[in-house]
């Protein structure tokens, strides 16, 4: 079984920035995709962004392109989210999950087998 652990949440200024991590254990990463979501008081789980681990293929909510940056480290077996230029409506539990996939990204949390159990990110002043 795969698991799923996120760090890196925390209270930050507008403007600011923050390095999420998502450590993966018990499983290989090998043909899967690791994906971001986020989700705020009252709203719906977001996509934020997701990477497939064989090709390096990402894909970024419009929300954040421009802004965030989605990297692995295969041998610390971690994705990592940098968030930039973060806003207030950042704010959010965000989580990292997993699905098999060689190649394609998906946004879409039905898609996603694995979860951790989330961080929380505030942006305030």
């Known amino acids: 079984q795969l698991q799923l652990v996120e760090s890196g949440g925390g209270l930050v200024q507008p403007g600011g920035s923050l390095r999420l991590s998502c450590a993966a254990s018990?499983?290989?990463?090998?043909?899967?995709?690791i994906a971001w979501f986020r989700q705020a008081p009252g709203k719906e789980r977001e996509g934020v962004s997701c990477?497939?681990?064989?090709?390096?293929?990402?894909n970024y909510a419009d929300s954040v392109k421009g802004r965030f940056t989605i990297s692995r480290d295969d041998a610390a077996k971690t994705v990592y989210l940098q968030m930039n230029s973060l806003k207030p409506e950042d704010t959010a539990i965000y989580y990292c999950?997993?699905?098999?996939?060689?190649?394609?990204?998906?946004?879409?949390?039905?898609?996603?087998?694995?979860w951790g159990q989330g961080t929380q990110v505030t942006v305030s002043s």
């Open positions: 018990g499983r290989t990463m090998v043909n899967r995709a």
């Open positions: 999950a997993a699905r098999v996939s060689y190649s394609r990204t998906s946004l879409l949390s039905d898609e996603y087998t694995n």
């Open positions: 990477i497939t681990i064989n090709t390096r293929t990402t």
